[in-house]
């Protein structure tokens, strides 16, 4: 089975650091896009950052110039480097990839990781 862990969350005051972790892993023959989410309660779904294969990266408007989302794929793990963290990135933060497995007959398809708690306050 293809699973995705996440770590590196925590709680931190407002202007802190942290830095997210997804590992993923199982019968993967390719690794295609992978992205960071977030929700809030009350709320939707919404994508943080995605980067492609290639390393092009693409932000929500409220993070920008604060997260930077980056891959190592020789290891299958992508990262999300929080800084300046504000009251309102308090959410459930998820991983996403969109990867084809072995004999999928070169299906892709879209995981999610169990999703990790960063709370923001002072």
């Known amino acids: 089975q293809v699973q995705l862990v996440e770590s590196g969350g925590g709680v931190v005051q407002p202007g802190g650091s942290l830095r997210l972790s997804c590992a993923a892993s199982?019968?993967?023959?390719?690794?295609?896009?992978m992205a960071w989410y977030r929700q809030a309660p009350g709320t939707e779904r919404d994508l943080v950052a995605i980067i492609t294969h290639g390393g092009s990266a693409n932000y929500a408007d409220s993070v920008k110039d604060r997260f930077t989302i980056s891959r190592d794929n020789a290891k299958n793990t992508m990262y999300l480097q929080m800084n300046s963290l504000k009251p309102e990135d308090t959410a459930v933060y998820y991983c996403?990839?969109?990867?084809?497995?072995?004999?999928?007959?070169?299906?892709?398809?879209?995981?999610w990781g169990q999703g990790i708690q960063v709370t923001v306050s002072s």
């Open positions: 996403m990839t969109d990867l084809t497995p072995y004999n999928s007959g070169g299906q892709s398809f879209r995981y």
């Open positions: 199982g019968r993967i023959f390719s690794i295609n896009a």
